[in-house]
Each structure stands twice: as structure tokens, then as C-alpha cells.
């Protein structure tokens, strides 16, 4: 019971009640939890109000009740009355209801029922008070329907009859329902308005009640795994640099799926490493939202453009990725040397080396190797560096002739990053020439009449090459006699003319001597006269020695006309030619 406030107007008492808490109800079903039912008016809670909770806040009530066991952590429902603690007398008053499925699956057929009886005071066998009918505010108010005090027995009579005959024809009582809930989701919540009007002072009671039929629920997940697989490569390489191929392979569906299998058919020219057509890649579960990668390392037997897709599957599921294409490259090289034809002994050659690229990739880390035959120079590679497609690149190159016949020859071999070995050579006629030198020298001169005096004939070769048949032959003036003659050949006289045999070969830097003794005859101004021949001449080499042959007395020289100077003088004493007596 409730305190009334005395305002300026007439009170009426109002008390909610929820089922468990003082009401009673002749439904067999409020005690029936198999069937959804009422909560019973002893819970499983130990509470003889079941549980029922109770606050009074800013001059209202707010009730609530756990079903079906008075405690929420163990029922199903949570239902919660908000109303006020009195209301004035023929002024409408609102209710709210508001239930909440507690559980994790749906509750359906859930309503909120009025059972209509509320003993207040000390309990008894016979109801007192005002009874309420409420309404949803959407539906209008509800008048009361409790009797005049001196008509309550009569009432209950009259419903215990009423309530008696329901049973009779339907076999369980039904309350009245105020809100028709319907199909509560898990946790859900739903609020409603209950509107009524007091017409008679007193206590007004309401008893309420919820009613549901719990599901159990078999709960399947449905899922539609989906795969999704990429490819990625390089757009280009070099045929001798490795094809690394990533795969990545995702579940882009839901739920897992089990068993994925990569595989990709390579095309002609491309292998994995051990030689294999097809690269293959156990993935596999894949959860959902998993991605897994895997990695190919292949290698290309040739060069061309090479496209492919991988597929992942796992038994009627598939994907398939885009076509990823390869080229494969190869730089091709060519090697020029130029020289000139013919070198002589230990000169320069100059060579002129040029390597040109013909593919259309770049030729990278180009060296070129360099050796040379019959020079005298070691050489040294040369990096050239990077080659453009249809580039070239060019330097010379300068070697010694050596020092002796025959043919010098330059060789280079150049390579670069994957390009197959290129090379090129060129040959040069090493020639050589022989240089001959003819000299002839006298012992003594001046020489006395009846004096000897020997010429020492040489021949110096101071060429480069070899020079043959070398042949000597002299001439005597009048004035001298030969004697005797040799050396490196044998003299043949005849006459004032000696002839030696000719030396078949004079070697470069090779001197040969001989040797031709005179017997001075007379007084002169003599010549000797040499003259050399060889294969390497076209004509003919000479040398002529003066020799002066003297009376030994040095008037009759000047009588004879002997070109004498006197001591210290600038002159000669006589004129060649001239007549002893001009000379006086």
C-alpha cells in the first residue's frame, strides 16, 4: 500500500503488479515454463514475490520482473512497468511497458497480458479494490473495471463464474492481452503505452503477466568460399638472368577452404629449374580473408615473349589470374679490327677496333679482350662499358712491329652481360729492308813512289732486313799496282779490275771487310774506285778513295805539279797542271 498525498483534488491509488507478486491467476499455464507460459509467483529466485523488483522515483513506480525465474541471469524475458504512484480522479494516466529478450535467439508470440486481480492489503481468500482495464495509447484508454465497495464480492463472483465458464470451453483461461509483442530478435528491446483513466477513488490494480514461445535454434553457417589469384613478373630480361614469378592466392570469400592448388602451364621456351613444363604449389587452407604467396624461379631455353596464367583451385572452385608476359632478351655483339696491310720492322701498327651491338637490348659491362701476335706490346682489356641497341663503340690501338719479318696480327674477342663471345682479327706483313753502307779507306796517304798502301773495303748492312748476292769489284788507277787482295770473299784480278765473289747473304747490322794492297808506280793524285752490288739494289753503290802518291822530294812534287802547300800557308805552292817553270 501506498501513502496517499492529499492534493487539491480527489486521489485515486494506483498499484502495477507484476505476475509473482501478490496476484493470482487460475491459469493452468502461468506455472507451465515448457510451454513459454507465465512466470510462477515463487521463482527459482527464493523470493515470494518472484523476484519482483520495485523503485519509486520523482512521484512514480517503476516495477520489473525476471521470466521465468525472477533473475535475469537465468531467464529469458525482462519485463519493466513505469507508472505513476497516484493519479487523480477522472484524469487519464499512462503506462510504460517495456520487455526485453534476454537471450541470444529469437522469442516469438511474446505478449504482455493483464490478468486483472490484485489482492491489496493482507492477503485473503476475496479480491478488494479497483480493478483496471488499460489499453495501448494507440488504441484509446481503458476505464476501470473494478466495482463500488459494496459490490465487490458480486464481482468476483461473477468473473470466478466467467473465469470458470473459459475454462470449461476452451480448457485454459486466457488473460487479456494489453500488447501483442509479436517476435522478439536476441536482445532486443521494445517500449509501449498503456493509457488509462481512474473514474472512482480508491486503489487501482493490474496485474501483469508475459507469455512466449522459446525457440531453440540450429544455427548453420552458410558460407561461399571464392579464390582470387595474382601473378606478377618482370616485363623483360636477359636469357641468362633468372624469371622470378610471385603468386598470391586469397580466400576473397567466406569460410575457409581447404586443399588450394596453384598451377601455372608454362609456354615453350621457359622451364623451372629442373627442367619442368608446369610449376606447381600446394597452398593449402586459405581462411577467410587469407592470402598465401608462392614464388617460381624459372629459367628461358630461348629468346621471344612468353605469356601465361595461373589457375588456383580447389575442387570447383577456381581463378584463374591475368596473363602475365615475359620477354627474353639476348644482346648480340660484332667485333671489327682494322689495320693496315703492311708494317715495316719497328714501326708502329695502329689498329682500330670497333664492336658494334646488334640486338635491340643494351649490351651492358662490355670488355674487350685484346691480344697481339708478332708485336712486341702485351695489351690490356678495355671496358667499354654499355653498348645502346644498334650502337657501337670504337678505339685504336697501337702495337710495335717487332723486329723481324713476317705478319703481326691483333685479335679482339669482346663480351658482355649475357651476350655470346664476339671476336675479330686482322693481320699485318711485317716487311723488312735491307741498308746498305759501302766504305773504303786507305792506310797511308800520302804514299811514297814504290810505297804500299792498303784499302780496307766495308760494307755495313743498316737495315732492318736481310740483303744477298753482295757483290764488290774495284778499279786500280794507272799509278797503283795490286798486290794482293781478301777478305770475306775471294779477289779475282784482271788488269787494273778486281772482282770478289759475291757473299750470298749480309744479315742486318752485319758488316763484311776486305782487304787490296797497292804498289804506288808514280807520282799522282790517285782515285781508287769501289763499287757494290746486291739483290736489294737496282743500281750499282760507289765509293772512291783519293790517294796522293808523292816522289819524296818535295821540289820534284812541285815540278811535277803535285798540289803541295807550304807550311802554314793557305794555299798550294803550285797550281795543278802547270809547267815546272810557272811554278818558279
Known amino acids: 500500500m501506498f501513502t496517499p498525498q492529499y492534493l487539491s483534488g480527489l486521489v485515486v491509488f494506483t498499484t502495477f503488479a507484476l505476475i509473482g507478486s501478490g496476484c493470482t491467476s487460475n491459469d493452468s499455464s502461468a506455472n507451465d515454463t515448457s510451454r513459454g507460459g507465465r512466470s510462477p509467483a515463487v521463482t527459482a529466485s527464493g523470493r515470494v514475490d518472484g523476484g519482483t523488483d520495485r523503485v519509486a522515483a520523482n512521484g512514480g513506480a517503476r516495477q520489473s520482473l525476471a521470466f521465468p525465474t525472477g533473475d535475469r541471469a537465468t531467464s529469458l524475458v525482462w519485463l519493466q512497468a513505469n507508472g505513476p504512484e497516484q493519479v487523480r480522479l477522472g484524469q487519464p494516466y499512462t503506462y510504460t511497458l517495456t520487455v526485453t529478450n534476454l537471450t541470444d535467439t529469437p522469442l516469438h508470440n511474446v505478449r ?20 483496471a482495464r488499460l489499453s495501448p495509447s494507440n488504441g484509446g484508454e481503458a476505464r476501470t473495471a473494478g466495482a463500488r465497495n459494496g459490490d465487490q464480492e458480486a464481482a468476483a463472483d461473477a468473473a470466478a463464474r466467467a473465469n470458470a465458464e473459459e475454462e470449461e470451453d476452451t480448457g485454459a483461461r486466457r488473460a487479456a492481452a494489453i500488447w501483442e509483442v509479436g517476435t522478439l530478435g536476441p536482445k532486443e528491446t521494445k517500449t509501449q503505452q498503456l493509457n488509462g483513466t481512474a473514474d472512482e477513488l480508491g486503489t487501482i490494480g493490474n496485474c501483469l503477466s508475459v507469455t512466449y514461445r522459446p525457440t531453440l535454434c540450429v544455427m548453420t553457417k552458410v558460407v561461399k568460399p571464392e579464390l582470387s589469384v595474382t601473378k606478377e613478373g618482370p616485363a623483360q630480361v636477359l636469357i641468362c638472368q633468372p624469371i622470378t614469378y610471385t603468386y598470391r592466392v586469397t580466400n576473397t570469400g567466406t569460410g575457409a577452404v581447404q586443399n588450394v592448388q596453384l598451377q601455372d602451364n608454362l609456354p615453350d621456351g621457359l622451364a623451372t629449374a629442373d627442367g619442368g613444363r608446369v610449376f606447381r604449389a600446394d597452398v ?54 682494322e689495320g693496315p696491310e ?49 650502337g657501337s663503340q670504337s678505339f685504336a690501338v ?65 737495315g732492318t732486313g736481310a740483303d744477298s748476292n753482295v757483290g764488290i769489284k774495284a778499279v786500280l788507277p794507272p799509278e797503283l799496282q795490286f798486290v794482293r787482295g781478301g777478305g770475306a770473299s775471294q779477289v779475282n784480278a784482271a788488269g787494273n779490275t778486281l772482282t770478289f765473289v759475291p757473299v750470298a747473304t749480309i744479315t742486318p747490322k752485319q758488316t763484311l771487310t776486305w782487304t787490296v794492297e797497292c804498289k804506288a808506280l808514280k807520282a799522282a793524285d790517285a782515285r781508287f774506285y769501289v763499287e757494290l752490288t746486291s739483290a736489294s739494289l737496282s743500281r750499282p753503290a760507289a765509293e772512291t778513295e783519293p790517294t796522293r802518291i808523292t816522289t819524296g822530294d818535295a821540289a820534284k812534287d812541285i815540278r811535277q805539279g803535285l798540289p803541295v802547300t807550304p807550311a802554314g800557308g793557305r794555299g798550294p805552292a803550285t797550281q795543278p797542271g802547270a809547267t815546272p817553270d810557272e811554278n818558279k
Open 112 to 131: 504482455v497480458e493483464n490478468l486483472g486481480r490484485m489482492n491489496v492489503g493482507t492477503p485473503s481468500t476475496r479480491p478488494s479494490g479497483n480493478v
Open 284 to 337: 593449402g587452407t586459405l581462411r577467410e580473408g587469407e592470402s598465401k604467396t608462392a614464388t617460381a624461379q624459372l629459367k628461358a631455353t630461348r629468346t621471344g615473349s612468353f605469356a601465361s596464367r595461373a589457375t588456383a583451385r580447389s575442387g570447383d572452385i577456381a581463378s584463374a589470374s591475368r596473363e602475365v608476359a615475359t620477354a627474353v632478351k639476348e644482346p648480340a655483339l660484332a667485333v671489327n679490327v
Open 342 to 390: 703492311a708494317q715495316y720492322v719497328g714501326q708502329a701498327i695502329n689498329f682500330r677496333v670497333t664492336v658494334r651491338n646488334t640486338s635491340d637490348t643494351p649490351a651492358t659491362n662490355t670488355v674487350v679482350a685484346l691480344s697481339a701476335v708478332g708485336g712486341n706490346e702485351r695489351i690490356a682489356d678495355r671496358n667499354i662499358g654499355t653498348i645502346p641497341p644498334g
Open 398 to 462: 697501337n702495337i710495335g712491329a717487332g723486329r723481324g719479318a713476317g705478319n703481326a696480327s691483333l685479335t679482339a674477342a669482346a663480351r658482355a652481360e649475357c651476350a655470346r663471345p664476339a671476336q675479330a682479327s686482322a693481320s699485318v706483313q711485317i716487311l723488312t729492308i735491307p741498308a746498305l753502307l759501302l766504305e773504303c779507306v786507305d792506310s797511308v796517304d800520302p804514299v811514297p813512289v814504290n810505297g804500299n798502301t792498303v784499302y780496307t773495303i766495308t760494307v755495313i748492312n743498316q
